[in-house]
């Protein structure tokens, strides 16, 4: 019996893995490869966008559905916990992150995401918003690296006795569950920061001449 069990834990791992294929990462999210220096006119269309898809019933329910999941403990297989947890640092950092890019855009833009006045909004600095974006990237290389471990885990989880694999399964529907959240959300954050550095720049640039 506990062999059957071994095996269907095996399986489903195997199916979960096949799976993930799907989801490793060939290229960093948060890299923009699009360097097009654009108008104040394109920036602000591009915003747009960019809050349109923010606010779309799509990505919210993406978003959502990523924070109902409960954080893994450790089950005892190395490759699997350290990827766990690390899905779990990145859930956290970028529940934070929504935290910080209305106030990064209402400094750079004077508006809100509703298109309303910004008031009594703290101004940030060139290097401020720069941090943000160099965050954005290193998440996005840590998650490109990470996302290729998927592939290699069943092996991890066979070898770990019953047990250990169901908790395993487990954890490991936890990370695939997330990894599609974490992925748009990286490059989503990566291209309004990229929009707000530029408008920025270009704000700046048009106060230094007058």
């Known amino acids: 019996m506990k062999k059957l069990l071994l095996s269907a834990v095996f399986a489903l791992t195997l199916c979960f893995a096949a799976k993930a294929q ?3 990462l060939t290229e ?17 269309a591009q915003r ?7 606010k779309s019933e799509e990505f919210q329910k993406v978003l959502a559905k990523a924070d109902n ?5 450790d089950v005892g297989i190395a490759g699997l916990d350290a990827l766990s947890n690390l899905v779990t640092t990145m859930m956290t950092q970028l529940k934070e992150n929504r935290a910080l890019l209305p106030q990064m855009y209402a400094s750079v833009t004077g508006q809100t995401l509703d298109g309303l006045p910004a008031t009594e909004v703290k101004p940030l600095s060139p290097d401020q918003l720069v941090g943000f974006s160099k965050l954005c990237l290193a998440m996005g290389s840590s998650l490109l690296k990470s996302s290729k471990d998927l592939i290699t885990l069943p092996g991890e989880i066979k070898s770990a006795g019953l047990m250990k694999g169901i908790k395993g399964l487990k954890s490991l529907m936890y990370i695939k569950s997330n990894l599609g959240a974490i992925k748009q959300e990286i490059a989503f954050n990566s291209k ?6 530029q408008t920025n720049k270009l704000a700046m640039a048009a106060t230094t001449t007058k």
Do not use: G, R, S
């Open 69 to 73: 999941l409960k954080p893994q403990k």
């Open 28 to 44: 960093n999210p948060a890299e923009i490869k699009d360097t097009k220096v654009l108008t104040i006119d394109e920036l602000k």
């Open 22 to 24: 799907d989801e490793t």
């Open 48 to 54: 747009a966008e960019l809050v349109a898809m923010l």
């Open 192 to 197: 309004m920061i990229n929009n707000l550095v």
